[in-house]
T-cell receptor
Framework: NAGVTQTPKFQVLKTGQSMTLQCAQD?????MSWYRQDPGMGLRLIHY???????DQGEVPNGYNVSRSTTEDFPLRLLSAAPSQTSVYFC????????????FGNGTRLTVT | SQQGEEDPQALSIQEGENATMNCSYK?????LQWYRQNSGRGLVHLIL?????REKHSGRLRVTLDTSKKSSSLLITASRAADTASYFC????????????FGKGITLSVRP
């Protein structure tokens, strides 16, 4: 079982560039979410989705877009990268939102110069 | 912020000793979860405890929840070097609409 797969593992962007972080899960989970992890800040929720076609904002949504056209995929798009978006990004899914355990991918380490 | 706060921030113990980590929060919850993160990896779920539960066990892990004090503790018994990791509590606050909020984490080092 692959679980939650994130690509790429590493990425370097220049300020102003855009890119999409990919996330796919094969567990038929309805709930998917994106977090960023910064030193000393823990994990902060960016966006989440409770099912295909439904997305909502988390704690730090500015500068990011998401869409959920299928149950399996939940891509995160950076519209115009900024150095403040340098972080490690984690995608996670669960069967029943915050009421059940989250399954995490191994993360994407993004550096914006 | 509604983040749970873990205590201590860092803990260093000898292999075989017990490790106790605490998490406090400020508003009512539906459940509280503990996760482990090894260096360079994603988080792994350890235990979920619901607001109407007081204690749960999983192998060498024991989690307690005191909703009157708004606190939880994670006990790892007979620690091993492989338990070296960061540990996070995550809270599902009542009315938070499916948003799981993580604390800043505790760094546990287990010396062989």
């Amino acid at each position: 079982n692959a679980g939650v797969t994130q690509t790429p593992k590493f990425q370097v962007l220049k300020t102003g560039q855009s890119m999409t972080l990919q996330c796919a899960q094969d567990m038929n989970h309805e709930y998917m979410s994106w977090y960023r992890q910064d030193p000393g800040m823990g994990l902060r929720l960016i966006h989440y989705s409770v099912g295909a076609g439904i997305t909502d904002q988390g704690e730090v949504p500015n500068g990011y877009n998401v869409s959920r056209s299928t149950t399996e995929d939940f891509p995160l798009r950076l519209l115009s990268a900024a150095p403040s978006q340098t972080s490690v990004y984690f995608c996670a899914s669960s069967r029943q939102g915050s009421g059940s355990p989250l399954h995490f991918g191994n993360g994407t380490r993004l550096t914006v110069t | 912020s509604q983040q749970g706060e873990e205590d201590p921030q860092a803990l260093s113990i000898q292999e075989g000793e017990n490790a106790t980590m605490n998490c406090s929060y400020k508003t009512s919850i539906n459940n509280l979860q503990w996760y482990r993160q090894n260096s360079g990896r994603g988080l792994v779920h350890l235990i979920l405890i619901r607001s109407n539960e007081r204690e749960k066990h999983s192998g060498r892990l024991r989690v307690t929840l005191d909703t009157s004090k708004k606190s939880s503790s994670l006990l790892i018994t007979a620690s091993r070097a492989a338990d070296t990791a960061s540990y996070f509590c995550a809270t599902d606050f009542t009315g938070a609409n499916s948003k799981l909020t993580f604390g800043k984490g505790i760094t546990l080092s287990v010396r062989p």
